[in-house]
């Protein structure tokens, strides 16, 4: 095609996606691969190879020129796959394509009729744990690739890289790539399948992405659980701790983290440029419940709240669940918590929300660590 034709090649997209991607992403949903933070036995139980052989099948079978590809398992590391298209002409460009295959645990229940280990079809979406957390990556970007080199339309070397711990850190990431470094060479535009657009109207550029830290609070007060008719009011309870070490760190009512450390100066191009989300539909993009609504602010200061501050997520506990819980005061509260750092705070010197801990009385001796994760990191402004 000398004059591209886009509607033809959208049309071909589109005719792969139903013809072939569907069914293996279908089969790659079935594989229940957890991340490693997940699944204690994942170097063991063969899941990791399974998924990733079902994605390299499919990747093979699309017969494109220049193909190369290398699967890497080195032990006590999660796999990893490299993939290199040479160019149809010669240049010396390449575009780093980047996705990853482990999957977020499954979080039941699901809705009626879907199970996150199942592949469902339903209203022209598919259903199914991993699909479009991180699976479709590997399929878009072979894609991208193989319609041009059908339709006859040139393009440069392209690299793609999948990894297996992303939903854990990517502590495997900096190894692979530096033992790839060579291989990949200079790269010139970096596409990563792993970001989000809030529509399907405009282009969307990922410029900054905020860093994670996390950690388990611990908050132990008795050595067997105790009736609360008996210890309540003696024993202090775990939780009631719990959350007075958190609004060390949190605003309660505001949602405000507390610790100067975390936060970070906005730069003025950044500030400039969210004047634009004044035309986006930002706060509906979540799922709000009946009566609820978004923090206060416009969607300029939500951005700015969901972009660039830092903010504390619980995302796990231990509790037990309400219609088995007893009347007893817990030996034991522990929270999960993640804590999203601004693109210009460093994860790796994160702060430690609980400096003052060891500090309390002898009646409570709460354990808390922090691992870093993520980085964070922001584009440099464009003169």
């Given at each position: 095609m000398s004059d591209c034709d886009w509607t033809v090649i959208q049309k071909a997209v589109?005719?792969?996606?139903?013809?072939?991607?569907?069914?293996?992403?279908?089969?790659?949903?079935?594989?229940?691969?957890?991340?490693?933070?997940?699944?204690?036995?994942?170097?063991?139980?063969?899941?990791?190879?399974k998924a990733f052989h079902i994605l390299i099948d499919w990747v093979k079978g699309q017969n494109l020129l220049g193909f190369s590809y290398e699967f890497m398992e080195v032990e006590g590391r999660t796999p990893f796959l490299l993939v290199e298209i040479a160019g149809t002409e010669r240049t010396n460009n390449t575009v780093l394509m980047y996705g990853h295959m482990d999957k977020?645990?499954?979080?039941?229940?699901?809705a009626e009729g879907l199970d996150p280990h199942k592949a469902v079809m339903r209203d022209g979406k598919l259903y199914g744990r991993g699909a479009a957390d991180d699976g479709y990556a590997i399929f878009s970007a072979i894609t991208s690739v193989s319609v041009l080199q059908r339709h006859g339309i040139p393009h440069g070397r392209v690299v793609v890289v999948i990894e297996a711990c992303e939903e854990s850190g990517s502590f495997d990431l900096d190894y692979y790539m530096a033992q790839c470094k060579e291989r990949i060479g200079n790269v010139d535009l970096i596409v990563c399948?792993?970001?989000?657009?809030?529509?399907?109207?405009?282009?969307?550029?990922?410029?900054?992405?905020?860093?994670?830290?996390?950690?388990?609070?611990?908050?132990?007060?008795?050595?067997?659980?105790?009736?609360?008719?008996?210890?309540?009011?003696?024993?202090?309870?775990?939780?009631?701790?719990?959350?007075?070490?958190?609004?060390?760190?949190?605003?309660?009512?505001?949602?405000?983290?507390?610790?100067?450390?975390?936060?970070?100066?906005?730069?003025?191009?950044?500030?400039?440029?969210?004047?634009?989300?004044?035309?986006?539909?930002?706060?509906?993009?979540?799922?709000?419940?009946?009566?609820?609504?978004?923090?206060?602010?416009?969607?300029?200061?939500?951005?700015?709240?969901?972009?660039w501050k830092p903010s504390l997520t619980v995302t796990g506990a231990n509790l037990p669940e309400p219609q088995i819980a007893g009347n007893v005061i817990r030996t034991l509260t522990s929270l999960k918590l993640s804590l999203r750092l601004p693109p210009l705070v460093d994860s790796g010197k994160a702060p430690r929300p609980w400096p003052s801990c060891s500090r309390r009385t002898?009646?409570?001796?709460?354990?808390?660590?922090?691992?870093?994760?993520?980085p964070a990191t922001a584009a440099r402004p464009q003169s």
């Open positions: 589109g005719a792969e996606w139903d013809a072939s991607i569907i069914p293996a992403l279908s089969a790659y949903i079935e594989v229940p691969n957890q991340s490693p933070d997940f699944d204690p036995h994942w170097a063991t139980n063969g899941l990791m190879e977020q645990p499954p979080l039941r229940p699901w399948l792993d970001s989000g657009s809030l529509n399907y109207d405009q282009l969307w550029l990922t410029t900054s992405l905020r860093g994670v830290t996390g950690g388990v609070l611990n908050v132990q007060t008795l050595t067997e659980a105790m009736h609360s008719g008996v210890a309540g009011g003696v024993v202090p309870d775990t939780f009631r701790i719990a959350r007075e070490l958190l609004d060390r760190v949190e605003d309660s009512k505001t949602g405000t983290v507390l610790l100067p450390e975390a936060h970070c100066e906005i730069p003025d191009h950044v500030a400039k440029s969210m004047v634009s989300m004044k035309s986006v539909p930002f706060k509906q993009q979540f799922a709000m419940a009946d009566g609820v609504s978004a923090e206060p602010g416009d969607n300029v200061e939500l951005a700015l709240r969901n972009f002898r009646r409570t001796a709460p354990r808390f660590g922090l691992s870093p994760r993520c």
